[in-house]
């Protein structure tokens, strides 16, 4: 399968699971987000960010050497040290919204699961749970960052993460459909992990609005 016919597939599986359709990043782009909401959504989010690394190694880990592993590989340099480890950027932006350092949640622990399990699985579905959100990461990155300034009093250190993310994971994507492509696994194979690793963060954004609603009186 070609990279183009691999994303036009992807795209068609993901129709529903675009995340900026979500009422949670709806309201971050409408500046509706109330008291700690930013900072109990970094909180969170953090401990996906933290694991990417270890994921992305653990695909190399299943991966023949060729331009698939290669394409992995440059993802993983970006990671750990373009400008800095991307860990380290993301501790900017969780300072600036006031996030303090909590356990993972119930959604954010089943995200992390859904990714270690596809990965488990094969390097094809892991590979695929890590391409199904950077199809979607530079245009949520954008968003959020022009959220956070517009909306949200954000300085330039606080939305460093995001701005890099709204260009670099175009690249990133790229890289990762083009290693799928390189592998030739059975196109359904491919669409299903990755709708796998979409419904994990639909959820995680659906726990982050059940947080936000008023109980009732």
Do not use: C
Request: aromatic share 8%; net charge negative; charged share 25%.
């Amino acid at each position: 399968m070609t990279p183009d016919q691999l994303q036009i597939d992807l795209t068609a599986a993901l129709i529903d699971r675009q995340l900026l359709t979500h009422p949670f990043y709806r309201r971050w782009e409408a500046g509706t987000l109330g008291p700690n909401e930013l900072g109990a959504y970094a909180a969170q989010y953090r401990h996906f960010e933290g694991a990417l690394p270890g994921i992305l190694r653990t695909l190399l880990t299943r991966l023949e050497p060729g331009s698939a592993a290669d394409l992995v590989r440059r993802n993983l340099a970006d990671e750990e040290s373009n400008p800095e480890p991307h860990v380290t950027m993301f501790a900017g932006f969780a300072n600036a919204v006031g996030s303090l350092d909590t356990p993972p949640s119930d959604a954010t622990e089943s995200l992390l699961r859904t990714y270690r399990d596809l990965v488990a699985s094969s390097a094809e579905e892991g590979l695929a749970a890590v391409v199904a959100y950077e199809m979607q990461s530079p245009a949520i990155a954008a968003s959020k960052a022009d959220g956070l300034r517009r909306n949200y009093g954000i300085d330039a250190q606080g939305t460093r993460f995001w701005d890099l993310h709204a260009t670099m994971d175009d690249d990133h994507a790229r890289w990762g459909i083009e290693a799928l492509a390189a592998l030739d696994v059975p196109g359904s194979r491919v669409v299903d992990a990755a709708r796998s690793a979409a419904d994990a963060w639909w959820a995680f954004l659906d726990e982050r609005e059940v947080a936000a609603t008023p109980l009732p009186v």
